[in-house]
T-cell receptor, first 117, second 111 residues
Framework: DGGITQSPKYLFRKEGQNVTLSCEQNLNHDAMYWYRQDPGQGLRLIYYSQIVNDFQKGDIAEGYSVSREKKESFPLTVTSAQKNPTAFYLC????????????????FGEGSRLTVL | QKEVEQDPGPLSVPEGAIVSLNCTYSNSAFQYFMWYRQYSRKGPELLMYTYSSGNKEDGRFTAQVDKSSKYISLFIRDSQPSDSATYLCAMTGEYGNKLVFGAGTILRVKS
């Protein structure tokens, strides 16, 4: 079955530690995204990548880093510089082209919940 | 002011009711409008997609877009307890794939 796999599902981190969230997709999608979801704030874009070895900052990139060495993989590192990292993190992928006949659909993983102790 | 405004709810309705969920937006460049449904502790999934203005119907769900008022709606007929979820509106302009999401409305359908 095609889809997006995020791991781990739950993660606890001590202050000052970096953590890496994994995201793998087998949908053969070019574009991949990381979102952060906080209660009452919807989804906010952290980073996105439309092609291997290239990525762009989203709206809240500070304190985060990503890599896109393979089409299937887009890991997110939450660094110690992120002031408020406790959140639900969602990875998504899509076919890049968006148009009237396309769905513009983002396919999401099941999320990773990060808690800073 | 946020680019997309959505009442977070929660909205609580009895089973069988008609539900109306709404978003307003400020960016007149938005052309593509979507509704995602998110069950608790899961990722969102696409429910409805509309290009430009007009209505789109899919089973019990109807999406409406009024670009002149910068207002979009999702109607759910004959609501079921299984419709209980968070509904997120999302939209984007013509030349980009970067979606702007609303905060999401929590819907609870009571049996």
């Amino acid at each position: 079955d095609g889809g997006i796999t995020q791991s781990p599902k739950y993660l606890f981190r001590k202050e000052g530690q970096n953590v890496t969230l994994s995201c793998e997709q087998n949908l053969n999608h070019d574009a991949m995204y990381w979102y952060r979801q906080d209660p009452g704030q919807g989804l906010r874009l952290i980073y996105y990548s439309q092609i291997v070895n290239d990525f762009q900052k989203g709206d809240i990139a500070e304190g985060y880093s990503v890599s896109r060495e393979k089409k299937e993989s887009f890991p997110l590192t939450v660094t110690s510089a992120q002031k408020n990292p406790t959140a639900f993190y969602l990875c998504a992928s899509s076919i890049v082209t968006l148009g009237p006949t396309g769905t513009g659909e983002l396919f999401f993983g099941e999320g990773s919940r990060l808690t800073v102790l | 002011q946020k680019e997309v405004e959505q009442d977070p709810g929660p909205l609580s309705v009895p089973e069988g009711a008609i539900v109306s969920l709404n978003c307003t937006y400020s960016n007149s460049a938005f052309q593509y409008f979507m509704w995602y449904r998110q069950y608790s502790r899961k990722g969102p999934e696409l429910l409805m997609y509309t290009y430009s203005s007009g209505n789109k119907e899919d089973g019990r769900f109807t999406a409406q877009v009024d670009k002149s008022s910068k207002y979009i709606s999702l109607f759910i007929r004959d609501s079921q307890p299984s419709d209980s979820a968070t509904y997120l509106c999302a939209m984007t302009g013509e030349y980009g794939n970067k979606l702007v999401f609303g905060a999401g409305t929590i819907l609870r359908v009571k049996s």
